[in-house]
Nanobody, 121 residues
Framework: QVQLVESGGGLVQSGGSLRLSCAVS????????MAWYRQAPGNQRALVAA???????NYADFVKGRFTASRDHAKNTLYLQMNTLKPEDTAVYYC???????????????WGQGTQVTVSS
């Protein structure tokens, strides 16, 4: 089994910063891709940042220049440093990973439980 556990969410004032973490554990052969998504009430889940093996992170336009995604391969952990936060960044942030546990079964998509980020004006 594979588990993704997010942490680091909370309440912050506009202009503040938060750092999210997503730790992957379990039966891992290869992590192909990790990403952060977010979902605000009434909205669809949207990609925030994605880190694919061997490539630079990709960011949604609405976070470029403010958020930085990074991955610690040794710890199987993905981070999201969020600076200059705005009230419109308020959402549940989800960690996503594409992982191969058993090469006979191929890669599978996994989600964390989500962490709430609330930015007050």
């Amino acid at each position: 089994q594979v588990q993704l556990v997010e942490s680091g969410g909370g309440l912050v004032q506009s202009g503040g910063s938060l750092r999210l973490s997503c730790a992957v554990s379990g039966n891992i052969f290869t992590i192909h891709k990790m990403a952060w998504y977010r979902q605000a009430p009434g909205n669809q889940r949207a990609l925030v940042a994605a880190v694919t093996n061997g490539n630079m992170p990709n960011y949604a336009d609405f976070v470029k220049g403010r958020f930085t995604a990074s991955r610690d391969h040794a710890k199987n952990t993905l981070y999201l440093q969020m600076n200059t936060l705005k009230p419109e960044d308020t959402a549940v942030y989800y960690c996503n990973a594409v992982i191969t546990s058993d090469v006979r079964q191929g890669a599978k998509n996994y989600w964390g439980q989500g962490t709430q980020v609330t930015v007050s004006s």
